[in-house]
């Protein structure tokens, strides 16, 4: 049998002994015990390549007990013996350590800024003949990459556009693929657009082919992988939308990727986040505008970029 490392030995006496942890068992937890635990999440989210807000600690020490639970395993050990080796217990973890809720146009505003502002700005400083790109990173099931794709069929900009989305999770990023979809994620999507840009099916709807080719799936580890990556297509964006992600990250994330953000972005090139994410002005350079769809950030056009503040 395999020797568990001593480290993660001293962990397990940090959790309830012989047995998984479940939810129950992190209510009753002390201060100094949820601390442990918590670091011990920490220590499982790095070897995934996620990080972990302090406010979610709790919540994924629960998800922790629960993968343990299912996969029958007894103590920390063990999984932390198995997690590198295999890549289902690690989509595992992903699934049960990050939130995947999303819906088509959520954040209206924010799509009447990219519409009305956004699109048209990129197109007019865009030479003819070059694509204008555009990145929806922790697109989850795909509604957020495929809205900007309705969005830019209606404005007839599909053929002008390349769009490209990411997310860590497997399952999320095979969910996008299939691009079919119920009422919930249609909840803000009116009957006219349902008509025209998808193909329904009783209570399904399915993305019109046509416009679920023009987005592109890719796995991205934000955080961990290295960005930008131009030989895989990562940079030069004319637009990120990095929305409800880095709410749920650690500040020392948060403060890495908006960096590399910056970096991916195209002189002139905008990044929007939630309003209920994390202010990155402070991180890089950015140009930043509060506007009536919340904080947007921009590389400047020209000129020489002002250091950003550099304290996490
Ligand atoms: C709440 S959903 C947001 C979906 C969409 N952006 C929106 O605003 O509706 C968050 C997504 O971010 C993904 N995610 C979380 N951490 C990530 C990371 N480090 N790298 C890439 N994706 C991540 C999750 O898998 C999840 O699908």
Redesign the pocket.
């Known amino acids: 049998m395999r020797r568990a490392p001593a480290k993660a030995r001293s962990t397990r006496a940090s959790l309830p002994p012989s047995r998984s942890v479940k939810d129950e068992d992190v209510e009753n937890m002390s201060g100094a015990m949820l601390l442990q635990a918590g670091a011990l999440a920490g220590r499982i989210a790095d070897r995934i390549?996620?990080?972990i807000a302090a406010s979610r600690k709790e919540a994924a020490v629960s998800a922790i007990g629960r993968v343990m639970a299912r996969r029958g395993l007894n103590h920390v050990s063990d999984l932390l013996g198995q997690i590198d080796a295999d890549e289902d217990l690690k989509e595992e973890f992903?699934d049960e350590l990050?939130?995947?809720?999303?819906?088509f146009f959520?954040?209206a505003a924010q799509f009447d800024l990219i519409r009305d502002t956004i699109l048209p700005e990129r197109c007019r400083s865009r030479l003819i003949g070059s694509p204008l790109r555009i990145w929806?990173?922790?697109?989850?099931?795909g509604?957020?990459p495929y809205s900007l794709a309705i969005l830019c069929e209606a404005d007839n900009l599909s053929s002008r556009v390349e769009i490209t989305a990411?997310?860590?999770?497997r399952k999320?990023l095979s969910d996008a693929a299939e691009a079919e979809y119920g009422e919930w994620s249609l909840r803000n999507t009116g009957e006219c657009w349902r008509q025209r840009y998808f193909l329904r099916s009783g209570s399904r709807y399915r993305v019109r082919p046509d416009l679920a080719r023009r987005v592109t799936l890719t796995k991205?580890?934000?955080?961990?992988d290295v960005l930008p990556a131009p030989q895989i297509g990562l940079a030069d964006f004319d637009l990120i939308?990095?929305?409800?992600?880095l709410v749920?990250?650690d500040a020392a994330?948060v403060h890495r990727i908006a960096r590399q953000l910056f970096t991916c972005l195209v002189k002139g090139g905008w990044l929007m986040t939630?309003p209920t994410d994390p202010p990155l002005w402070k991180y890089a350079p950015f140009e930043t505008s509060i506007t009536s769809a919340g904080a947007v950030y921009r590389r400047a056009v020209s000129g020489r970029e002002r250091p950003a503040d550099d304290r996490p």
């Open positions: 390549g996620l990080s992903i990050t939130v995947g809720e999303t819906h959520r954040g929806s990173l922790g697109c989850a099931s509604e957020e990411s997310d860590i999770s999320a991205v580890a934000l955080g961990a939308l990095c929305r409800n992600v749920y990250l994330a939630a």
